[in-house]
């Protein structure tokens, strides 16, 4: 028999709503010129997305709108991203940023850390730059990394650690303020060597970035909540989550040795992705209790299945 599917939403999914009505809802409190009524209108916008996708489709069509929804938190955080923009101040008083370049001096000159990456002169910098241009995709990477090892099936968890770190660090921005150091203190600090990379990420950020604040670092928090999230997927492939940590780190080096964020943008990043990982030992514990829960043997003698 045939029919429309019952709507049920992912938890992924409760997650990605969960952040637009707090977008809404928080933007009563807010005095910014662009905000008007738009978040709410954007949360019954992703709301409709949402129940469309869960409930449309025939049963031929089932698979179809399965895999949808397994690409469709892209949109989902983009547009989110995007929305940050409303939150963007009449005016900055850079008060945080200059606390926040205290350390990133100490990092930079007294501790040599600019001096240390262009010490091989191209390759270091070269390195960073993609770096931090992958983070753009690497939330698509790693859930083609699940199709393609056959973990479809944990595609939803992926997205709940990565969305838990990543929308975390957009739903912070409306309270910092901020504009990034190479905009605050152009100029000054910037890398001694400038590559090809750096300047298509350059282009990105004049283009498509939002202009709100930059505490705390998302770029951060998402490449390492990527990075718990495969090591809880791939327990038996823990090279992928090594591989992913050591790429984490490095994105947090560009970040400020790029001058795209301040020390305490990525301390914090780091911070909030530390959410992110709590989820996914929280996942990982509730998987075991499953399996110890469909291995029990039931008042009959037969096991639970």
Known sequence: MTGRRQVALRPSEWLILAFFAYIAFISLFFDRPHLHVTPFAEFLFITSILMLVAGSGRERWQAFFSHLRDWLPLLYTLLAFREMELFLPASFDSGLEASWIKLDRVLLDDYHLRAVIQGLGLVIPLYLELCYLLVYGMAAICVWILYSRAKRRFVDQYWVIYLSGTLLAYALFPYFPSRPPRIVYAGLDNPGVSTWVRELNLFILRRATIHVGVFPSAHVSAAFACTWAMFLLFPERKRIGWLLLIYSVSVSVATVYGR????????????????????????????????????????????IY
């Open 260 to 303: 795209y964020h301040y020390a305490a943008d990525v301390l914090a990043g780091f911070g909030v992705s530390l959410v992110a990982a709590a989820v996914a030992v929280w996942l990982a514990k509730k998987k075991k209790a499953e399996r110890l829960e469909t291995s029990r043997p039931s008042t009959t003698g037969s096991k």
